[in-house]
């Protein structure tokens, strides 16, 4: 809490930067002041540099590390555990490519065989994602997250060839799902969308009767903790669900007060075990949809689901008979599975003093685009070398923002609008500047005072606990999807790239661009 006060203060504290800056631009002189700086290196240095996110883009890989142009490498968390090519008894570690000079074998290899999930499966448990190459860079920073957390019980389903190719030459387990799809984004809501929804029930339709627990997961998560320790607290349930609440039920890590949870169970992540009553549910699950192809599959679940909530199976588990009155289920905890208003909105994991398991993209409003932009705010994804080498280097800079815009008055639509149009107005004037200069601006910290959703609300919602002003995602006020996308430069005019106001912090960032700040 007294870091976010300090965050708060230090962006009131803060004297007004553009008016003096944006003059000296016009004329032609570019002044380095107290509030503005630029970071500029030569692209071409970043060649020599070791970048540990390299094995993004890079098509060798080697069993030590990751091969780099200049010969270099760097070493990536190798489990314990290996990575299996299908059909084959030839097992490598997760992330160790094939030999180049090897062939891909054909794609009946790739099946999903229960022999696939037994070479991978630990301890009775697999991991599964999906997806198309459009999610390619999510699919990569999923698997490097588990693997980084020791985990290598994970296979990836491809939902196009094109997908598979890549994975196979990068070295991660994976299966044809068959699905023969578009290998581009196809947009939330779509018919395809819909019909991805599809295969992730009949996938859990066709690992269940293998015998195996199963932890699904969508492609727009993130695991930040080894989330199997605490699957393996709960060994009588027969499903684990995340949610969309967004008031806390709980205060700690038990499991959600499933009699509070009013929100629907979010299938973005949930761990089936192989027990009849799951068996029995996924079924009439992949039933409900084959039969009516307008019924979206996330509401197909929970209709199923809710038709019995209740009692609780025991005085301490946290676990309820929901379904047909025999299924045990359980709700994960909102707080430190997290979704994207208690991670992002509320730091609700923060406030409690928790670590948090997962976070999932949801509650944002800039497509598969404002996705990425947010797993980059939070440094939690993979991106290639050359996010981080701009061609002529990046502008950033530190928002003035008066203490009363902030902290006085009421949380209204007026203060609300009053602090977020003082904040455009400097971007506005950043982004002219990166324009002029030919840079990547590092757009700033957003503060807003009240939350934004797509339905009604009083400003923030009751019982949650997102903090007035508090430090919004840029597609709370920008439309992401829209500013990184490419538009005719004859009627737009040049495109001017941003970066994640969390830029400069991470981690990722080669050493060269900190260094030529000034």
Known sequence: ???????????????????????????????????????????????????????????????????????????????????????????????????????MPPLKFFSLTKELVEERAKDNVIIVTFGNFAFMDFILTWVKHLTDLGVSNLLVGAMDTKLLKALYWKGIPAFDMGSHMSTIDVGWGSPTFHKMGREKVLLINAILPFGYELLMCDTDMVWLKNPLPYLARYPDADVLTSSDQVVPTVVDDRLADWKQVGAAYNIGIFHWRPTEPAIKLAKEWKDMLLADDKIWDQNGFNELVRRQSGPAVDDDSGL???????????????????????????????????????????????????????????????????????????????????????????????????????????????????????????????????????????????????????????DHVFEVNVMLKDLPVEEFGPAINIREYSFLNNPLLPQQVNEYQW
């Open 1 to 103: 809490m007294g870091g976010w006060r300090n965050a708060v203060q230090e962006a009131a504290g803060s004297k007004p930067l553009f008016l003096t800056i944006y003059a000296t631009v016009i004329v032609g002189i570019v002044v380095s002041s107290f509030y503005v700086f630029s970071a500029i290196y030569s692209p071409s240095a970043s060649t020599t540099q070791s970048v540990s996110t390299s094995w993004l883009s890079s098509p060798s890989l080697s069993q030590n590390g990751v091969s780099l142009s200049s010969g270099q490498s760097i070493n990536i968390s190798q489990p314990s555990g290996i990575a299996s090519q299908p059909g084959s008894n030839n097992l490598r570690p997760i992330w160790e490519a094939p030999p180049r000079t090897s062939k």
């Open 320 to 474: 309820f008979y929901a379904f047909d009155g025999n299924l045990k289920l359980g709700i994960l905890p909102e707080s430190i599975f997290c979704s994207g208003h208690t991670y992002f909105v509320q730091a609700m994991y923060e406030q409690l003093r928790l670590e948090p398991y997962a976070l999932h993209t949801t509650f944002q409003y800039a497509g598969t685009e404002g996705k990425r932009h947010r797993l980059r705010e939070a440094m939690v994804f993979y991106d290639p070398p050359e996010y981080y080498d701009a061609p002529g280097g990046f502008l950033s800079f530190k928002p003035s923002i008066p203490k009363s815009l902030l902290l006085e008055g009421e949380n209204n639509l007026e203060s609300h609008f009053s602090l977020i149009n003082y904040q455009m107005k400097q971007i506005r004037s950043a982004l002219a500047i990166a324009s002029l200069l030919n840079r990547t601006l590092v757009m700033p910290p957003l503060w807003c005072r009240l939350d934004r959703l797509w339905f009604p609300h009083p400003g923030v919602l009751v019982g949650s606990m997102t903090r007035q002003p508090f430090l919004c995602p840029l």
